[in-house]
């Protein structure tokens, strides 16, 4: 350069001021490619093109460069979006390059990234690093802990974060309370709630609804609710859907009334509590009602796996299929409950047949819907297929037997005559037997009357429920049917000693609109002069046709009435009469039942289906009946 300009004999001043200026040009040129570079980033993670982004963010880092924080932001986004783990920990070090110290509310946005990773071990270091940790990041860090089930360090966060003197929010206290593992710490969260005044709102009402209805408090839910005026829809879904999760369906449908009446319109969480309130109370007519509001949400998938669940539990099998193939979307959930509701309905084949459609369909089993499968095979004697199922689950779906396919096929083995086989395989349980596994085999003891496995098998369920009236009822059953009088008397005598009262037997019917109860000898119906008399007539003209009454059942019943005249007024007898009375024909006859039905109200209802030529639908405590023309879906085998 200087011989260049010693040639063309300049003087040294210009020498100098030329080297300034070509220097000037070369930061000029420089600048203008940093603000290219950077023009670049920021258009490249606008457009969320997150490979090329990162590529070009390791140009900035080489040039000793930073972009604005807010496209970074939009960068931390992408990744949360797109689960990319590897990136986001690369975005991280970038921000930290070069000695560079981000800003508070990235350091925020990280740790909420490391944390939606399920990395709570990063996003704890990182947040431990923050030089100021504002209540975004206490909350955070509280959320993810709640959200983890690590109950412990949510109220060690927000005990530190009380100490660091920053107050939480609504969002912070609706974060911990569903860390709460006792009734002592909600109530000490409660406290904080109303010191820091948050106890009006919306958030935290209804995160406090939810915990105390998981606590079982109805009491303390409710008054939370009623505290003040409820001007906000997710207030409303909170107590409805606490009555509706703890089995109080009348309640549920009262607030879901008072709900419409205050001018909400439901919504998909709504609808899906008010459905299972329904569903709780067998109320079919009810659900259908439910059903149209169901109709504008028909893309949503949760509230059409609990449309389809209802109708199930209901009884609505028509229902339940037209829902189900008119689904715009199903999952695993959808077919296992469509399996499940044939299979409880006594439709055991249909279930089957649905099961191998959904293999096709290349939708993977879980783990309640190879119960559904067993539970058809149980209910249908097929012992073959069911052990298929059984022994294949592990190798065909990567499932492990549990609790409940172990007393599937236990019940599969008792119905079928295989007593040994079942306490073998009892014996076998790797999550050990509960009650209603040795009750299923001290059922099975009961049909096929064997003595010496009843007695063993009543002696391991009363050891696990003492009081257990079903047990001293069915021991009882079976001392009888083997003439084993005084061994009988011995077992009513205890339980008087103890106080054990069996349940009396109980069907209730929908009709107008209102739920008509019937017990076992209780006479306060309104009706019930005509109910029996009605009913008198109704046996006269089944005997005529070849009716006699199956005392073989009488001793077996769960409700251990004993008498061969007391038959008649078996609380579903009354019902359906009371059905026959008040419904008009084209109408099915719906009935719900405390207890297993007995042999003989079996044989009753199927000729009453044929002579009266009505539909019959009676729900008991184990499973569905639908009587038509003389016979029930169930075969005769439940």
């Known amino acids: 350069m200087s011989l260049l300009f010693s040639k063309l004999k300049l003087p040294v001043s210009s020498l100098v001021l030329s080297r300034s200026y070509v220097v000037a040009i070369s930061l000029q040129q420089n600048a203008s490619n940093n603000s290219i570079l950077i023009e670049e980033f920021t258009k490249l993670c606008h457009k969320r093109d997150l490979p090329r982004a990162i590529n070009a963010m390791k140009s900035l880092e080489n040039s000793g460069l930073m972009a604005d924080c807010t496209v970074y932001s939009e960068l931390i986004k992408c990744c949360i979006s797109r689960k990319a783990i590897q990136e986001g920990k690369y975005i991280h070090k970038h921000l930290f390059s070069n000695g560079h110290q981000p800003e508070s509310f990235l350091l925020s946005m990280l740790v909420n990234m490391y944390v939606k990773f399920n990395l709570l071990v990063e996003a704890e270091k990182l947040f431990d690093e923050m030089p100021e940790k504002n209540v975004v990041a206490w909350t955070t860090m509280i959320s993810a802990y709640s959200n983890a089930k690590i109950s412990h360090k949510a109220f060690k966060f927000l005990i530190f974060m009380y100490r660091e003197g920053v107050r939480p929010n609504m969002y912070t206290f609706s974060s911990v309370l569903r860390a709460c593992d006792g009734l ?6 409660h406290c904080a709630v109303f010191k820091c005044g948050l106890e009006s709102d919306v958030f935290v009402r209804s995160a406090l609804i939810d915990v105390y209805a998981k606590w079982g408090e109805l009491d303390n839910a ?21 009555f509706a999760q703890n089995s109080d369906g009348d309640e549920a449908l009262n607030l879901f009334k008072r709900m419409k009446k205050a001018g909400f319109l439901a919504n998909q969480a709504t609808l899906t509590s008010t459905l299972r309130a329904v569903t709780g109370l067998s109320l079919l007519e009810l659900g259908r009602q439910v059903h149209v509001h169901v109709l504008k949400y028909d893309r949503d998938l949760i509230l059409s796996n609990a449309l389809l669940d209802m109708y199930c539990k209901c009884g609505g099998l028509d229902d339940a299929r037209l829902v189900f193939t008119r689904m715009k979307e199903t999952d695993v959930i959808s077919w296992s409950t469509m399996i499940i509701g044939l299979a409880q309905n006594g439709f055991s084949g249909e279930a089957l ?25 149980s209910h249908a004697g097929l012992l073959k297929k069911g052990w298929y199922y ?13 609790r409940e396919h172990y007393g599937c096929m236990i019940d599969l083995l008792g119905r079928a005559g295989k007593l040994d086989d079942a306490v073998k395989l009892l014996h076998e349980m790797n999550c050990g037997p509960d009650a209603v596994t040795w009750r299923t085999l001290l059922g099975a003891c009961k049909i096929h009357r064997n003595t010496d496995i009843a007695i063993y098998a009543a002696k391991q369920m009363l050891n696990l429920e003492p009081d257990d009236v079903g047990t001293y009822i069915l021991l009882s059953n079976i001392y009888e049917n083997s003439q084993r009088w005084e061994d009988s008397m011995y077992l009513r ?7 054990i009262k069996k349940k009396p037997g109980c069907s209730w019917i929908e009709v107008n609109k209102r739920i008509h109860a019937f017990i076992f000898r209780d006479v306060s119906h309104p009706q019930i002069d005509d109910i029996i008399r009605e009913l008198n007539q109704l046996l006269h003209k089944l005997k005529v046709v070849g009716y006699v009454p199956d005392t073989n059942f009488i001793l077996q019943d769960l409700e251990g009435e004993q008498k061969e005249e007391s038959l008649q007024y078996h609380s579903e007898k009354l019902a359906i009469v009371y059905g026959l009375m008040s419904l008009p024909k084209e109408s099915v006859i719906r009935i719900r039942k405390n207890l297993r039905i007995c042999g003989d109200c079996h044989l009753f209802a199927k000729l009453v289906a044929k002579t009266e030529k009505r539909t019959i639908v009676i729900r008991d405590q184990v499973r569905y009946h639908h009587f038509q023309d003389g016979t029930c879906s169930c075969t005769d085998y439940w």
């Open 184 to 189: 002592l710490s909600l109530k000490q969260l």
């Open 222 to 242: 409710r008054a939370v609710f009623e505290e003040f005026v409820t001007g906000d829809l997710v207030v409303w879904n909170s107590i409805i859907g606490a």
């Open 353 to 377: 047949q649905l099961f191998e459609m959904m293999k096709l369909s290349g939708i993977q089993p879980n783990y309640i819907t190879i119960v559904g499968v067993l539970f058809a095979c």
């Open 390 to 402: 059984f022994r294949s689950m592990k190798k065909l779906f990567g499932i492990d037997p549990g």
């Open 493 to 499: 005598k205890k339980m008087t000693e103890r106080g």
